[in-house]
């Protein structure tokens, strides 16, 4: 299958047994057998399940098949923590063959593939961490400023002789509120991070206006 004019533009022509066919380009005949050898290598590997017999050959391109443009066959850096989340596991092994970390070993080779397979990973679990911090400081605020309105309406409901609670209570709402604004804003921080780590971006700082108290 190899020997074809190197004035044409070629294909990689993935086979798996089973298994429809994928076609990858077009290509120039270099990049096509490179590519061929480096599936060949991550195949000979044996880290990801493959259906037996999974071969790939440098081909002519025919733009009358349907083909996976180059660009589009592995994911790009800012979208790889999505992949890696959302990549279903195959009801039969190999059938999601050639999986995301494959992908990318063919187009960057397996060392680039590991490095980032393994930034996406740690973003994925940041971001995780984040989501964690994010919804239990949610729920301490939510406790809390429940606590001090039930604090502030039995305070209000008693004889006037106990004014001077109802006042202390009252304080106490609004030191309630006040911290609970402080720790929306360090969730909206973390938050922050966290999209900021999905997308490979910097993190910028960024503040919640404070609309529920003031600092005391």
């Known amino acids: 299958m190899t020997g074809q004019p190197e004035s044409q533009l070629a294909a990689v022509l993935i086979i798996r047994p089973g298994y429809a066919d994928i076609r990858v380009g ?14 060949a290598g991550t195949i000979a590997i044996g880290r990801v399940p493959h259906p037996a017999g999974t071969e790939a050959y440098p081909v002519s391109f025919k733009p009358n098949l349907p083909h996976i443009a180059p660009e589009d066959f592995a994911p790009h850096s800012g979208d790889l923590p999505r992949l890696i989340r959302s990549e279903p596991v195959p009801g039969a ?12 070993a063919v187009v960057h080779g397996l060392d680039e593939a590991d490095r980032l397979w393994t930034a996406a990973c740690a973003a994925n679990d940041t971001a995780t961490e984040a989501d964690r911090t994010v919804r ?10 429940r606590a001090a309105q039930t604090a ?3 305070a209000a409901s008693l004889p006037d002789p106990f004014e001077l609670v109802a006042s202390t209570a009252d304080d106490d709402l609004n ?15 973390i938050a922050n991070w966290r999209v900021s780590l999905l997308e490979g971006e910097t993190p910028a700082r960024t503040t919640t206006p404070n609309t529920l108290g003031s600092d005391q």
């Not at 239990?136 to 400023?145: F, G, P, Q, V």
């Not at 006040?178 to 921080?189: G, I, K, M, P, V």
């Open 26 to 39: 077009p290509l120039s005949w270099p990049d096509a057998r490179l590519w061929c050898r480096r599936l």
């Open 93 to 104: 092994p190999g059938a999601g063959f050639p999986d995301v970390h494959t992908r990318l």
């Open 136 to 145: 239990k400081l949610k729920t301490e605020i939510a406790a809390a400023m």
């Open 152 to 154: 502030v309406e039995l």
């Open 175 to 189: 030191m309630f509120l006040s911290d609970a604004a402080r720790a929306l804003r360090a969730a909206d921080l």
